[in-house]
């Protein structure tokens, strides 16, 4: 009898295993680490808040350059993604235009190594017209997490600001916030 009892128990765990597709709108809600549909919610807030924006609607067509959001979580989080999905959304709305971001690494170095008089100021302009850069939008990542024997809770905030160019005037700037909750069961290893 127990050697059925095993059997059953075995079979029945074993079919429960397997792979299947899901959309990828289907909520991620296994725990409250940072998700893709965090950075979904996250990215299209602020998307939605910029093309809202004055900077963004005043007529012609701006052209921005994305800096390196940091990541200031105790997480691996690819602030990338959140870039990413950031350009999509806004190149979508035909108000903006962005600078390929290795040519834009490329300007930032040389913009540093001007600051610090190794080049000429003169040439750091120069690649700064050929790009044409109206405006960098950067910021950042943070969290906050709390932990109980039985549960976790985690407070995320993405910062972000657009910068004009020449100015150096913040004009615009917002943030987007998400606090997750997840509880372990008793069956829960």
Not at 41 to 65: C, F, H, Q, T
Not at 74 to 93: A, P
Request: aromatic share 8%.
């Amino acid at each position: 009898m127990k050697k059925l009892v095993l059997v059953l128990c075995a079979v029945f765990l074993n079919s429960c295993a397997g792979t299947s597709y899901i959309t990828p709108d289907t909520v991620t809600k296994y725990d409250s680490k940072f998700s893709d549909t965090d950075l979904k919610m996250m990215s299209s807030y602020m998307a939605e808040s910029l093309k809202n924006s004055d900077v963004i609607n005043s007529g012609e067509k701006k052209v921005l350059g994305i800096l390196h959001i940091k990541n200031k979580t105790s997480e691996h989080i690819n602030s990338d993604g959140i870039s990413d999905k950031l350009m999509i959304n806004l190149l979508k709305t035909g108000k903006v235009k962005f600078a390929n971001r290795e040519n834009l690494k490329e300007l930032i170095d040389e913009q540093r190594l001007s600051a610090m008089g190794v080049v000429d100021e003169s040439k750091a302009k120069e690649i700064g017209k050929l790009y044409g850069i109206d405006y960098f939008l950067s910021g950042f990542i943070e969290s906050i997490e709390k932990r109980s024997s039985r549960s976790e809770l985690t407070y995320y905030r993405l910062s972000l600001k657009l910068t004009d160019v020449e100015t150096g005037e913040i004009v615009w700037a917002d943030e987007s916030e998400l606090k997750k909750k997840s509880s372990k069961h008793i069956m829960d290893w």
